[in-house]
């Protein structure tokens, strides 16, 4: 109980991310999380909805992608596997490896 | 009864589905900490400054070795040229002789005058004595502003590392006002030492980040090493980032790491070697060395020099061959070159700071 409690807890403090990125076969592209939009990528459709983002629509056979749901976390992904698609939450405040000063 | 086959079948389904959903997620956690797990941090301390590693996909025990073989060599370095505690440099700044130097430390000394040289004394790693003067060869800095006719004695006699006599083991001057103080590349020259120790070990992926100035080796799985950059005018906020190419090196000068403040004037540990003061128009320059150029971590540390002095930076940029530079000035204007605005994204808050694109 005390480690769900933990996990939790962990889970709300993680911070949110900023911008959206998709990574479709060898491209990717980022995407501002902060609006309302659908995207169309040959078979699959990702919503954004103000800080939040899913996989909506996929021609993929289980549709797992899709049952995931909303993500908003930094460094959460979903993944598509049958069509080589990902989208995951980034920040650009706190995703990097070293600060230079 | 069949209906009743239905709903079991239809909670056989949900069962499954749900169980799945909650199998892909520890998955796909187990998948988040194993990539977590190729990546090896460790940081050590010497002489007053963090040394940071960052190696991904490396054997542990290689990382240990190769760790342990740059902090001897850095602390060999310290041994010699540390300006002001006890060192083979220090007794030259005071004796303006020495006779016990090995081919290492002659080779070190070449390198810094032949960088002398290319920045046309713009670095000068002869005018300790102005550093000294200025209360910077102390650890704890009093903030003493000195006198004008103390700095013009030392700028008349020109100080510079032509004016030494070397020989296979000895430097001399006749120059009573040269003193050496290395540290403005030492840094650099710390990185690159770093950088043949990966090599010669057969290291691939490693960011290595010495007080603030970073090489990347290799890279990480399919993306790039990424550096955030720091404000210059409030060290808790960041002010951009940029993702380095393998190979790449970056420094930054500023005024806000060593400084005291006289009189509301800030004066930086950075002195001009043209005037011999204390301060600049500028707050910071940065620089990012190439890959494909030869000692980029030495470069990393010198170039940033140059241009945070400069009166023109357009024209020691191309001194200099640099492409991928900007400089900060104390009225929050940003002066970036073309390809470097191009690569650079900018992390500071609207209205902070005004891009000019040079």
């Known amino acids: ?101 | 009864m069949k209906s009743n086959i239905l709903v079991k079948k239809m909670l056989a389904k949900r069962l499954s589905k749900l169980l799945f959903k909650y199998f892909s997620i520890f998955l796909l956690l187990l998948i988040n900490s194993c990539s977590n797990s190729n990546f090896y941090e460790h940081k050590v301390l010497i002489y007053g400054t963090i040394l940071e590693f960052k190696f991904y996909d490396t054997n542990h025990d290689q990382a240990n070795q190769a760790i342990n073989q740059i902090v001897d060599k850095l602390n060999d370095l310290n041994k010699k040229f540390h300006p002001w505690e006890k060192s083979l440099i220090s007794e030259f700044n005071q004796t303006h002789q020495i006779n016990n130097c090995d081919q290492d430390f002659i080779k070190i000394i070449e390198i810094a005058k032949n960088y002398e040289n290319i920045t046309h004394s713009k670095f000068n790693p002869a005018i300790g004595k102005l550093i000294e003067i200025w209360g910077f060869h102390e650890d704890v800095i009093k903030g003493q502003v000195p006198h004008e006719e103390e700095i013009n004695t030392i700028l008349l006699t020109q100080p510079s590392l032509n004016q030494l006599l070397i020989t296979d083991h000895s430097i001399s001057t006749d120059n009573l006002s040269l003193k050496i103080d290395l540290g403005g590349m030492i840094k650099g020259l710390a990185l690159d030492i770093a950088k043949q120790t990966y090599q010669d070990m057969g290291i691939k992926n490693v960011l290595t980040n010495f007080g603030g100035n970073i090489y990347a080796h290799g890279k990480p799985d399919n993306r790039l090493w990424e550096v955030a950059i720091q404000n210059p005018h409030n060290n808790k906020l960041l002010l951009a980032k940029l993702k380095m190419p393998p190979g790449s090196a970056i420094g930054t000068s500023g005024d806000y790491e060593k400084y005291f403040i006289h009189n509301h004037q800030k004066y930086s540990h950075l002195i001009n070697p043209k005037n011999g003061q204390a301060f600049s128009s500028y707050s910071s320059a940065t620089v990012l060395i190439n890959p494909n150029e030869n000692d980029v971590g030495i470069k990393s540390d010198i170039f940033s020099k140059p241009l945070y002095f400069s009166e023109n930076l357009l024209e020691t940029s191309k001194s200099l061959q640099l492409n991928h530079f900007f400089t900060t000035d104390h009225k929050n204007h940003i002066f970036i070159s073309k390809s470097f605005a191009d690569e650079i994204i900018w992390l500071f808050n609207e209205g902070d700071f005004i891009v000019e694109v040079i």
């Not at chain 1, 949110?16 to 459709?45: A, C, T, V």
């Open chain 1, 1 to 101: 109980m005390t480690i769900i409690i933990l996990a939790l807890n962990y889970y709300f403090q993680l911070p949110k991310g900023d911008y959206l990125e998709i990574s479709h076969g060898n491209e990717i592209k980022h995407y501002s999380l902060f609006q309302n939009k659908i995207l169309i990528f040959d078979e699959i459709e990702v919503e954004i909805n103000m800080g939040k983002a899913r996989i909506k629509k996929s021609n993929c056979a289980n549709q797992y992608c899709i049952m995931q749901g909303w993500i908003s976390k930094i460094n959460h992904s979903v993944v598509c596997i049958p069509n080589l698609f990902k989208i995951s939450i980034k920040s650009k405040m706190l995703s990097y490896d070293s600060t230079n000063y």
